[in-house]
């Protein structure tokens, strides 16, 4: 697939190391830096294995050294960086998922590391999701408890809050542990399964790619839908007739505020952390679903159609950042930017999320490229809504945009622009 050629090559690039920070945090970067893509997960949990005690428990030093097999060689001065780079991601990771089962040691449980990191492993998304799924297998049944999914879905959101800690304080304060508990709960609601049985993977898949899925969506007895959802309609034409009253009308984003809206979308993008058109449509039935929009079962159906009819559409707003098992998937700032946007909240408080969510390296400040970042995606949906209303490119008018916001804070193309300096540029006429 081109797409893959085009993510292969760019992450075979020289890295150069940032410099206005010592160490990176971002998906791409870890990546690049690590070999961890370029095996399946089964391989680097088996590497992991060997460092873990009878207990499943790793130490400090055994994860580090198991870390330090995926990490890439290179010549000075790069080498000197990684040192920095294997030391920095090997400790935040571990304090990240230190473990409270022994208060005197300082450990991590193989189980839940191995969860996290399968997110950065090759294969597609159903074959990460599968392996992690399978580590809590421990009886061999091809099922696990409700307990087991939370601890599961718990691991992966702790590695990505890591690398997005801008969630956090978005998100009202949810930890992973809520988050991964309230998910699993979700999960087996959904599916009717009593919280004594056990769920299998193939029901799990079924859930996070169809909400219908579990019969109660669609009506009792209807016959589960467990295929991607696919359209019935021509869908970019028909979102291109929608205004934004419109699309807050039929996503429920209109009932709901920015840390509602983003503890949410983690919950449902994240199990399996990829954005594609399936966690676009479990999202926008969760918020209905939540605001009362299937409420007697009378044109649920219906109303379902048209959620994966706009999540295909919505979909075409963005750029593909690359395929995962014939399915396109978009960057998730992108879409966290827009869904900020369509939300009930103050226009700086918009603005505000929209900047941490760009905020890599979360120092309150954001280059000029990354500006340019958070501006084309809010104009490639206005441009693809309405072409007439954006009449140059996207990339130049976001260029133009970002200039205007750094010569207003008086700073030149290589400065970093404060939170509260592009706030005070967007809420004036220059930039709203």
């Known amino acids: 697939d081109d797409d893959d050629d085009d993510e292969e090559e760019e992450e075979e690039e020289m890295y150069t190391p940032p410099q206005h920070r010592s160490v990176p945090k ?23 294995a060997q460092y873990t005690d009878m207990r499943g428990m790793l130490s400090r030093q055994g994860f580090l050294q198991g870390l330090s097999k995926f990490i890439v060689t290179a010549e000075p001065p790069l080498a000197t960086y990684l040192e920095s780079f294997t030391s920095y991601l090997g400790n935040e ?8 089962e022994f208060p005197s040691e300082e450990l991590i449980d193989f189980s839940e590391i191995c969860s ?49 800690p801008e969630i956090g304080p978005t998100n009202g304060g949810v930890t992973p542990d809520l988050l991964g508990s309230k998910t699993a709960e979700e999960a087996f609601l959904e599916l009717k399964i009593s919280e004594n049985h056990e769920l299998t993977f193939d029901q799990f898949k079924d859930w996070y790619e169809d909400p219908g899925a579990s019969g109660e969506a669609e009506g009792e007895g209807a016959s589960p839908n467990t295929s991607t959802p696919t359209p019935t309609t021509t869908t970019t034409t028909t979102i291109k007739t929608m205004t934004w009253n419109d699309i807050r009308d039929l996503t429920a984003l209109k009932h709901y505020g920015i840390s509602e809206v983003m503890e949410v979308f983690m919950g449902d993008v994240y199990p399996t952390g990829v954005v594609d058109v399936a966690a676009m449509y479990r999202f926008f039935v969760k918020l209905n679903r939540s605001a009362g929009g299937f409420n007697d079962g009378s044109g649920d159906a219906s109303m ?24 396109k998937v978009v960057n998730f700032n992108d879409v966290a930017t827009v869904l900020t946007m369509l939300c009930t909240a103050k226009k700086e408080d918009k603005m505000r999320t929209a900047f941490t969510l760009y905020d890599e390296d979360d120092d309150g400040h954001l280059s000029r490229s990354q500006i340019e970042s958070l501006m084309m995606s809010i104009f490639s949906v206005q441009k693809f809504m309405d072409p007439n209303k954006v009449i140059n490119s996207v990339t130049e008018i976001a260029a133009i ?3 205007e916001a750094f010569d207003e804070a008086r700073l030149n193309a290589n400065g970093h622009i404060s939170l509260e300096e592009f706030t005070k540029w967007y ?3 220059s930039g709203g």
């Not at 791409?28 to 095996?39: D, P, S, V």
């Not at 399946?40 to 992991?48: L, N, R, Y």
């Not at 990771?93 to 409270?100: G, P």
């Not at 061999?140 to 959101?157: A, N």
Request: glycine residues 8%; aromatic residues 14%.
């Open 401 to 403: 945009s970002a200039k």
């Open 304 to 327: 379902h159609q048209k959620l994966k009819d706009f999540s295909f559409g919505f979909m075409d707003m963005f750029e593909t950042q690359g395929m995962d098992g014939g399915r």
């Open 93 to 100: 990771l571990f304090s990240a998922f230190l473990s409270n």
């Open 116 to 164: 996290g990191v399968s997110v950065l492993c090759g294969g597609t998304r159903d074959e990460k999701a599968k392996a992690a799924f399978s580590l809590f297998d421990v009886n061999g049944t091809s099922s696990i408890s409700q307990f087991d999914l939370s601890v599961y879905l718990s691991s992966v959101f702790k590695l990505l809050f890591w690398m997005n």
């Open 427 to 429: 809420t004036t006429d």
């Open 26 to 48: 971002t998906l791409k970067e870890i990546r690049q830096l690590t070999t961890f893509k370029a095996h399946s997960p089964e391989v680097v949990f088996d590497v992991f």
